[in-house]
């Protein structure tokens, strides 16, 4: 089955920084990769995905790229905010899989003004 | 809307003894599932279903049962709570299709004692 790696577990940045996180994938199948962010005592929530026929997708502040050669995507924070700081997920999943996503186990982000 | 709806947030179990998690979601989404969360380990699937009267094995279903009887509901059942299922439970739902991130509820957080 499909595994997840997402490095690294804890960042911690100063305000206005950016910040990325990593994450490798093993299933080539996997054409679906959603990244939660996860406030404290809240259930995730999704904020960017991207499918493997782009490379790049962008939302404000936060970009998500893939490598599909390479089996691996990145989260891209710019000009962090204080309220960024979150625990962070990715995830994959294939189309013969009803959606099933595989998470990665999550990177704990500190944005310290 | 509601969105997806918990109950309940917080629950201690001695060992043994059995309960249900509730979720519902008002989106009319086809698909629904169960993850617990665990530190360092991200989330994990343990049942899911892809309508009424369909559900199927994830990661981790094992001491946990079941049952899609409407669209809108989805309960979990532990049989005989054990330490070992200490953790947040999450549901989540979505439409079926492509490109449809899921919607998570806020969470139980269960202690087995």
């Known amino acids: 089955g499909e595994n997840v790696e997402q490095h690294p577990s804890t960042l911690s940045v100063q305000e206005g920084d950016s910040a990325v996180i990593k994450c490798t994938y093993s299933d080539s199948a996997s054409n679906y990769f959603p990244w939660y962010k996860q406030e404290l005592g809240k259930g995730p929530q999704l904020i960017i995905d991207i499918r493997s026929n782009v490379g790049e997708k962008k939302d404000q502040r936060i970009a998500v790229t893939l490598n599909k050669t390479a089996k691996h995507f990145s989260l891209h924070i710019t000009e962090t905010q204080p309220e960024d700081s979150a625990v962070y997920f990715c995830a994959a999943s294939t189309d013969d899989s009803w959606g099933k996503l595989q998470f990665g186990a999550g990177t704990q982000v500190v944005v310290t003004p | 809307n509601a969105g997806v709806t918990q109950t309940p947030k917080f629950q201690v179990l001695k060992t043994g003894q059995s309960m249900t998690l509730q979720c519902a979601q008002d989106?009319?989404?086809?698909?629904m599932s169960w993850y617990r969360q665990d530190p360092g380990m991200g989330l994990r699937l343990i049942h899911y279903?892809?309508?009424?009267?369909?559900?199927d094995q994830g990661e981790v279903p094992n001491g946990y049962n079941v049952s899609r009887s409407t669209t809108e509901d989805f309960p979990l059942r532990l049989l005989s709570a054990a330490p070992s299922q200490t953790s947040v439970y999450f549901c989540a739902s979505r439409r079926l299709g492509l490109g449809d991130g899921y919607t998570f509820g806020s969470g139980t957080r269960l202690t087995v004692v």
């Open positions: 279903s892809v309508g009424a009267g369909i559900t």
């Open positions: 989106m009319n989404h086809e698909y």
